[in-house]
């Protein structure tokens, strides 16, 4: 028997357009929840009506619109995610009055400009805060250590300026900060060593960050970390060792001054960036175990034989040796060369 596959189908599509007619004409089967509807049309008007913001039209369901998620029993606004802006000012202090908003972003929005609002401080529900390549400047504000449901902070790539706020260290379910590329000066602050979260982030790469590394670091266990073109100094070899699990470690372009020789690594570290410090002593034995992509340990003050196996010959040439003090043996000139010399 054939099964009349066509008609039924014609008849679904019939269903399915009339009760989406039946939908959007009947405003109280409306999803979105008045006020929130009220304040993201306050945030609009406080951007000037962009053309990004076209789809938020006040005839039409909120939920519906571009950068707008409503949670799916709740229908409250959660998440508000605006990408590629052409929005211009700062970042309207309504934002603060989504109150059930855990995911809030900006990125790539280069005329989004002044600090960020005080206001953000109301969002107790926030997950994930990224604010990024925008124009945004000032301080990265203290109350962002009282969000504690924080999860994900990236404020990558803006004009911030001033100390990192200790309070972040205080955020027990974080897993990622990024605040690479501003202009953040002051320390690391030593509250980072209570970061517990798996496959932890840290990127403060590129920015003016001076002094120590705390030594309450040692304890610590990134995945990721990168802080690299800094002005840090001192010793940074607490950030190693064989019992953590990271996967990326780059300090180079500070003035990180330690001695190198008896460095032990994490076994699946596959991007090593040391160059342009001022690290002394000799290669370890142990980076021949390594499997890298990434291997770097150019214009520092090391000294000796490069050890020879793994990767360290076959994979990186003289370049990832070269300017420092006295490194010899492939793939630089042997060191039985030098000695005669
Ligand atoms: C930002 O503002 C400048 C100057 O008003 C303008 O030329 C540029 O197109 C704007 N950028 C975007 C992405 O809207
Ligand atoms: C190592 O870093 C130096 C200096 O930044 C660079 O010139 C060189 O190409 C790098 N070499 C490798 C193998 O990454």
Not at 204 to 233: C, H, V, W
């Amino acid at each position: 028997m054939e099964i009349p596959i066509l008609p039924i189908f014609k008849l679904l599509c019939v269903t399915l357009v009339f009760s989406t007619f039946l939908r959007s004409s009947l405003s109280e089967s409306e999803l979105c929840h008045p006020q929130d509807k009220k304040v993201l049309l306050q945030i609009k008007k406080a951007f000037n009506d962009p053309h990004d913001l076209a789809s938020w039209d006040p005839e039409t369901d909120c939920c519906s619109w571009y950068g707008v998620e409503c949670h799916k029993i709740t229908n409250r606004v959660w998440s508000l995610e605006i990408n590629d802006g052409e929005l211009e000012g700062p970042i309207p202090p309504q934002v603060g009055d989504l109150p059930y908003l855990e995911f809030l972003q900006f990125k790539l929005c280069p005329n989004l400009t002044g600090p960020i609002p005080p206001a953000i401080a109301k969002l107790k529900r926030l997950r994930f805060l990224r604010i990024s390549w925008t124009g945004i400047s000032g301080q990265i504000p203290d109350f962002i250590g009282n969000l504690k449901n924080l999860q994900s902070i990236s404020l990558s790539s803006n004009r911030l300026t001033g100390p990192i706020p200790s309070s972040i260290g205080s955020l027990k379910k974080l897993t990622g900060l990024l605040l690479d590329r501003n202009k953040l000066t002051g320390p690391i602050p030593h509250s980072f060593g209570k970061f517990e979260g798996k496959e932890f982030y840290l990127y403060l790469n590129r920015n003016q960050l001076s002094g120590k590394i705390p030594a309450s670091l040692r304890e610590t266990d990134f995945s990721y970390i990168d802080l690299s073109r800094n002005m840090l100094e001192g010793d940074a070899s607490v950030l190693f060792g064989s019992k953590k699990s990271t996967w990326v470690l780059d300090i180079s372009r500070n003035l990180f001054e330690f001695d190198f020789s008896n460095v032990k690594f994490a076994e699946q570290l596959t991007n090593l960036d040391i160059s342009h410090n001022k690290i002394y002593g000799s290669l370890p034995k142990g980076l021949t175990k390594l499997s890298m992509a990434v291997f770097n340990v150019s214009y520092n003050k090391l000294c000796g034989q490069i050890p020879q196996g793994g990767d360290l010959q076959t994979r990186f040439d003289a370049s990832a040796y070269v300017g420092n003090r006295c490194l010899c043996d492939p793939p630089l000139p042997s060191c039985n060369l030098i000695m005669e010399a």
